[in-house]
């Protein structure tokens, strides 16, 4: 049963089954009562969502739905318990908040904060799809938007945050998570890593109106991931072939390259969601330095070229290279690796159009999986694969997948395990784990 409160981040008893890299697993003083790390937070909100379809399907009700839910589903596909303890979301109980939902959500075993809102109606949504699969919503209660205070300081520490706003709101909620979290420490009373922030740009305001906030926006943030009909908005297009009216990879990598292009010295990266064309990696090249490891300490450069001194044997081309002269007169190269830069699409998971049963939520459950991959140090490509893989589960059936459990006792959703059907999808792509 979930809390009312925010969950303890706590296990009794850690199989070798559940095992996970001991960076994620903090340990207490006595060692013997481990507990479990933020890997992943949304601001999304929670919705109940009632769907009505044409005929002669008939309509549904009291479904799970909202940004934040899928969003918590795709980091909770890759999240096996206790490792499901790392997933962060919040939901507003109002007065008509069903049973069988909360119990379904216990069932996920995730760091959910239910806080009750008796005074209130939960927020609720209705659903519209035309013959196209073009989906159309629109609140029936009222919505009770999430902000930066919102946050425990049990949420604050996580390693990623999924944004889900406008630009300006963009810019004010990363500047406030940063801002709350600069007083809080590690168990051992270190310093918090960076946080990776993904931002979701909302719909109505990918427009070329919006374009300039957006550019100011994207220093402050890690991946910026609109589907590609919000990415071509930005830039007055459609983003669809005019021949054929199938989304356009072509108009998906100009517009890429133009966003790239006007700020080549900034390292966020773009993640464009394009349905049953997959989704298209983008990101500036450059140069990087190589990590210290662990206790070493910085290597102090020669104080003469410091001051711009030059000694006769100062092998020049070396130099501007970007290559420095130790005290000995040998050359100290320094370690720096060449980050190519990344250009490249990873398909959709399903290939055949009948395995898609409703797209709801498809997007924001890849998004889920992406963020909570980097949040564990996977490539940008390798973490694109984990939110193709957690999207085909979320758009298999209406509504979220089914948690179940094999003969075995393994974790499986809509009775498959994630972990055979993501390896299946890495051999098809044909790339190694980072």
Known sequence: MVHESFKKLSLEKETDSQAMDAQHVPKSENDDNPSYEIDFVTLGMFIIDNIKYLPP????????????????????????????????????????????????????????????????LTTRGWNGYDEHQNRAFRYITPKKRLTAEDLTPELLTSRSFHLICSPNRCRELVTEIKA?????????????????????????????DELLNCTNTLPLIDII???????????????????????????????????????????????????????????????????????????????????????????????????????????????????????????AYHTDPEKVIDPTGGGNTFLGALAVALARGKSLEEAAAWGSVAASFAIEQIGTPVLGKDEDGAETWNGVK?????????????????
């Open 180 to 208: 709350r979290r600069s007083g809080l420490s590690t168990p051992d009373g270190g310093n918090l890593p960076k946080p990776i922030f993904i931002w979701e740009p909302v719909p109505d305001l990918c427009t070329p």
């Open 418 to 434: 994630v972990e055979e059907r993501f390896e299946e999808f890495k051999n098809r792509l044909a790339f190694s784990e980072r």
């Open 57 to 120: 399907t008939p309509p549904v009700r009291d479904i799970l739905g909202g940004a934040g839910t899928y969003s918590a589903l795709g980091a909770r596909l890759f999240s096996p318990p206790p490792l499901s303890n790392s997933v962060g979301w919040i939901i507003d109980k109002g007065s008509d908040f069903p049973k069988p939902l909360e119990d379904l959500i216990s069932t996920w075993e995730t760091s959910v904060l239910i806080r009750p809102t008796p005074e209130r």
């Open 225 to 347: 991931s609109p589907n590609h009909s919000e990415l071509a908005g930005f830039m007055g297009d459609s983003g669809l072939d005019p021949e054929t009216g199938e989304i356009s990879t072509k108009a998906v990598e100009r517009a890429c390259e133009q966003l790239l292009g006007s700020m080549p010295l900034q390292s966020f990266a773009i993640v464009v969601r394009a349905g049953e064309k997959g989704c298209y990696l983008a990101r500036n090249g450059g140069r990087k330095r190589k990590a210290r490891p662990a206790g070493q300490p910085r290597t102090k450069k020669a104080s003469a070229l410091l001051h711009g001194g030059l000694q006769p044997d100062t092998d020049m081309e070396a130099l501007f290279a970007g290559l420095l002269q130790d005290p000995e007169g040998t050359i100290a190269r320094e370690e720096i690796e060449v980050d190519p830069g990344v250009e490249r699409w990873i398909p």
